[in-house]
């Protein structure tokens, strides 16, 4: 089966696009190779660019994933801000969060972890000036 990007969305083909391993597109209309796949939780940079990432290659939006939330942690009054706040980069979620998040974004627990404590000890060592 193949996708034709013609039937897609404008987030289902971005999502299409940013999963193609060997294509990256320039902002001038032409291509460049040779470059790891964007959905690669080692190129994920920081928590918030991660989540953002893969939130959009998933076609949801910060109020679905924050309805997702809601009902993973148990946790009722999870709104689309707070997922704002954690894709800015003004908060890092807790460890219970986390597994919710690593459940709803279908990512390894462990990637979230290392990377909300490199933000953690970033945010820290910046605190410290």
């Known amino acids: 089966m193949s996708i034709d990007s013609d039937d897609l969305t404008p987030w289902q083909r971005r999502a299409f696009i940013d999963v193609q391993p060997s294509r990256k597109f320039t902002g001038r209309g032409g291509l460049v190779s040779d ?9 994920a940079g920081s928590f918030g660019q991660l989540i953002t990432r893969r ?9 679905d994933l924050a309805d997702q939330l809601c009902a993973r942690s148990g946790r009722p009054t999870f709104t689309r801000h707070e997922i704002s706040r954690y894709e800015r980069g003004l908060r890092i979620p807790t460890t ?5 998040i690593a459940d709803s974004l279908d990512l ?3 990637v979230l972890r290392r990377t909300a404590a490199a933000d953690r000890k970033r945010r820290h060592a910046g605190s410290r000036r």
């Open 35 to 43: 470059v790891p796949p964007r959905h690669d939780p080692a190129t």
């Open 55 to 63: 939130r959009h290659q998933l076609g949801l939006t910060q109020g």
């Open 96 to 100: 219970p969060l986390l597994t919710a």
């Open 108 to 110: 390894p627990m462990a």
